[in-house]
Nanobody
Framework: QVQLVESGGGLAQPGESLSLSCATS????????MGWFRQAPGKEREFVAA????????YYSDAVKGRFTISRDNAKNTLYLQLNSLKFEDTAVYYC??????????????????WGQGTQVTVSS
């Protein structure tokens, strides 16, 4: 059974940093492209970042480009998201997800089929 378990969320002040991790099991992690989405209260889930299976290519939403960094360690079966220069609008539940296949750039052309339970990130002064 495929499992994605996020951790590392918490409370931060504007301008501070947080690091998220997504530990995976039940899959051959290095075979799959992965991504991060987030959902703020009252809003739809939105794409944050994605990374190819090898880590050679990364993609970001305009909202986080230049501030967040997605990475992976295939030896540890773990996906990461480094959140820097946090803003109030980054407050959301962050979800790790696995892609089943890619036919173009994410998120529209990636088939995200498995999701973690999410980890809360709150940016507040």
């Amino acid at each position: 059974q495929v499992q994605l378990v996020e951790s590392g969320g918490g409370l931060a002040q504007p301008g501070e940093s947080l690091s998220l991790s997504c530990a995976t099991s039940g899959l051959y992690f290095s075979n799959y492209a992965m991504g991060w989405f987030r959902q703020a209260p009252g809003k739809e889930r939105e794409f944050v970042a994605a990374i190819t299976w090898s880590g050679s290519s990364t993609y970001y939403s305009d909202a986080v480009k230049g501030r967040f960094t997605i990475s992976r360690d295939n030896a540890k079966n773990t996906l990461y998201l480094q959140l820097n220069s946090l803003k109030f609008e980054d407050t959301a539940v962050y979800y790790c997800t696995k892609s089943q296949g890619e036919t173009g750039p994410p998120p529209a052309a990636w088939d995200f089929d498995t999701w973690g339970q999410g980890t809360q990130v709150t940016v507040s002064s």
